[in-house]
């Protein structure tokens, strides 16, 4: 065991990074596509953008979370709150709660059970007496995105806030969202989703690593060069009118994903609100950490490289969605792709060396993800210093989750198994399977 852990550790030798580094203009200077494709573009595109955010705040403090412009409403806009449920009796009053108590003055909240065999419905009618509150029992199991058109059917708010029943707002974050709107160009605004059972276990912890990463840093700077990708389902608010003019959700799977790239397509602007937090619930086992990210994989196939591909039209949708979505193209299919070809490659070529490769890859994410953790934890407040410990092991857990992942990219290309449970039967029937 010690002699293993001598040569993992080794490979972090100072000697041995230095001459890494000693080679590697030989190797960018060579011009070969792959090596390109598998070494320069993943340094550039997933490890620059965190670390310019980092020096661009240092230098110019704000720069990258600028303060929204404020101003004084002789009486704030209605808020509608839409929350769509099913079975979340163990949630739901805490979710109802908070945004009553979030400051917001103007708010009304709409929730739609959608055929809770619990006593969901029950628990969320007990604040209908505070008159701010208003709840619909569907008669049949319909899915999310149908619930979601039943409460944007039921809003009389100027904007909508579409809220998982699962989740918490924090103090403040409606009117941060709200502020955003004063820019007419902003179409919808993202909240800024944290883990909130993190401490559960190791797996929740490594989730929150991974939202801090994926979710807060991402959207930071993704926004402010208007290339956000995804308002989400779980804490996003729209201009009510948007989403009557775009006739509400589509009722298949990846919704959020399918109303985000409409919205771009009408080059509405999408904003991120970092102080705008809300605290969701993760999966806390494995297996459904992997189904709830494979029907998430199987929604980005549907949407994004079928029923939305011609965003990348530049005459059509301009220059800032070709690059969303040749950047999109480039990190779910062509990287992976080329990856999962390369170990290939290596394992038929010199299977020998395939341990010193996985372990000089290991090394170098384990670092950069270090790195970027503590650069979220200053910038974002976002994970907890304990989860900053996690660092290390988030590398393997994203290998892990990245195979689980890849799997569901296949079948759903090669379209094999596209019925899913999260959909009921009739609207499966009813909605085009792109």
């Known amino acids: 065991m010690s002699g293993f852990l001598s040569w993992f550790v080794s490979v972090i030798d100072p000697r041995q990074l230095t001459a890494m580094l000693a080679v590697l203009p030989d190797l960018v200077g060579s011009f070969n596509l792959y090596i390109w494709l598998l070494v320069v573009y993943p340094l550039v595109r997933f490890q620059l953008p965190v670390l310019t955010i980092w020096a661009l705040d240092v230098l110019y403090p704000g720069f990258w979370a600028p303060p929204v412009q404020k ?3 002789r009486r704030w806009p209605l808020v509608s709150v839409v929350i769509p449920g099913r079975n979340e009796s163990d949630t739901i009053e805490h979710t109802i709660r908070s945004v009553l108590n979030c400051g917001y003055p103007n708010v009304e909240i709409i929730f739609i059970d959608d055929f809770s065999t619990d006593d969901t419905i029950v628990k969320a009618r007990r604040f209908e007496h505070t008159g701010r509150v208003r709840t619909f029992a569907a008669s049949a199991h319909h899915g999310k995105p149908s619930s979601l058109n039943i409460g944007i059917a039921m809003s009389r ?3 909508i806030f579409v809220l998982d029943a699962d989740s918490e707002v924090q103090y403040g974050a409606i009117q941060e969202m709200v502020e955003h709107f004063n820019d007419p160009t902003v179409g919808a605004v993202a909240a800024n989703i944290r883990v909130r059972n993190a401490r559960t276990n190791y797996l929740t912890r490594l989730q929150e690593c991974e939202y801090a990463l994926n979710l807060s840093m991402a959207r930071l700077w993704r926004a402010r060069l208007n290339l956000l990708g995804i308002v989400p389902g779980a804490a996003g608010m729209f201009r009510a009118s948007i989403l009557r003019s775009q006739g509400g959700y589509d009722t298949g799977l990846g919704e959020d994903t399918d109303m985000t790239l409409r919205l771009r397509k009408q080059k509405w602007r999408l904003n991120f609100a970092l102080n705008a937090v809300v605290w969701s619930n993760v999966p806390v086992r494995w297996r459904a950490l992997f189904r709830q990210r494979q029907r998430w994989e199987r929604n980005m196939v549907k949407i994004r490289l079928r029923k939305q591909r011609d ?9 800032t969605n070709t690059i ?6 480039m990190v779910r299919l062509v990287f992976p792709l080329m990856s999962f070809g390369g170990i290939i490659y ?4 010199t299977p020998f060396s395939m341990a010193l490769v996985l372990t000089h890859i290991y090394w170098i994410t384990a670092i950069f993800t270090c790195l970027k953790l503590c650069i979220s934890w200053d910038l974002c407040f976002t994970p907890r210093a304990a989860s900053l410990w996690y660092g290390p092991a988030v590398p393997i857990y994203r290998a892990a989750l990245r195979f689980a992942i890849f799997i569901a990219f296949a079948l759903e290309l090669l379209r094999i198994g596209q019925r899913h449970g999260y959909v009921p039967d009739p609207i499966w029937q009813e909605t085009p399977h792109w």
């Open 311 to 319: 965003l990348v039209m530049p005459w059509r949708y301009g220059w």
């Open 346 to 349: 290596i394992n038929l070529t």
């Open 71 to 73: 101003r004084e409403f």
């Open 157 to 159: 708010g100027r904007y």
């Open 324 to 329: 969303f979505a040749i950047d999109m193209f």
